[in-house]
């Protein structure tokens, strides 16, 4: 058994994966590890829309850079500006060209619907390392707007979308990226 250290060293964000399809029963088991985190009041307002077709997971790409790009263009300070020129690459796949991408999504007016999410996001990216699954947080993958797309992948229209997460089986586990000592104000 991996102890919880070994755990959160081996937890990555994976850029890499092995094209091989993930058993749809262990996304699932992974969504139901998710539901165990905390969340304020227990309003638990996670929800989970599981993307494993090739062309839905492209056109979700395709669109997020669309959207980013006129972003950029509307406002050259935003802070997405750093991303143009790879937006602009016809071949890069937002999600790493992972096998799958789960979206945690949830209502707009939940009152913690963030934080929630984020702790979910966090359950979920440990419960798919435990398995030897690779997961990153792909924040550009976001930015989906067309209705038409977001009813087709079964996003109400009050719901926002807080974090899509690529999953897949990683080619290799990098190192942990430098992190900076703990920033300790007092300790009384
Ligand atoms: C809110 C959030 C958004 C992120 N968005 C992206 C992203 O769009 N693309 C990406 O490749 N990585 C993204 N990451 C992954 C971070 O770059 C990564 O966590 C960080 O570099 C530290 O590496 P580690 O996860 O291996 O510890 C995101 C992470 C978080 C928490």
């Known amino acids: 058994m991996t102890t919880f250290s070994a755990l959160i060293e081996k937890r990555r964000s994976i850029r890499q994966f092995e094209k091989k399809e993930i058993p749809l029963a262990i996304v699932e088991e992974i969504i139901r590890e998710s539901c165990l985190?905390?969340?304020a009041r227990n309003e638990q307002p996670w929800h989970?829309?599981?993307?494993?077709?090739?062309?839905m997971l492209k056109r979700l790409s395709d669109e997020s850079k669309g959207n980013i790009l006129r972003e950029i263009e509307s406002n050259p300070d935003s802070p997405l500006s750093p991303y143009k020129e790879v937006m602009k690459v016809d071949h890069f796949n937002v999600f790493w060209d992972a096998p799958?991408?789960?979206y945690i999504v949830g209502p707009a007016h939940a009152r913690s619907l963030e934080v929630d999410c984020a702790l979910a996001a966090s359950y979920f990216m440990l419960s798919a390392t435990s398995r030897g699954l690779g997961t990153c947080w792909v924040a550009l993958g976001s930015y989906i707007k067309d209705n038409g797309l977001r009813r087709e992948m079964g996003l109400p229209d009050e719901f926002r979308i807080i974090a899509p997460i690529a999953l897949g089986y990683p080619q290799m586990i990098p190192d942990v990226p430098p992190r900076e000592a703990p920033k300790i104000l007092k300790v009384i």
């Open 48 to 55: 989970f829309i599981i993307v494993r077709d090739a062309g």
């Open 100 to 102: 799958c991408v789960v």
């Open 37 to 39: 985190a905390p969340s």
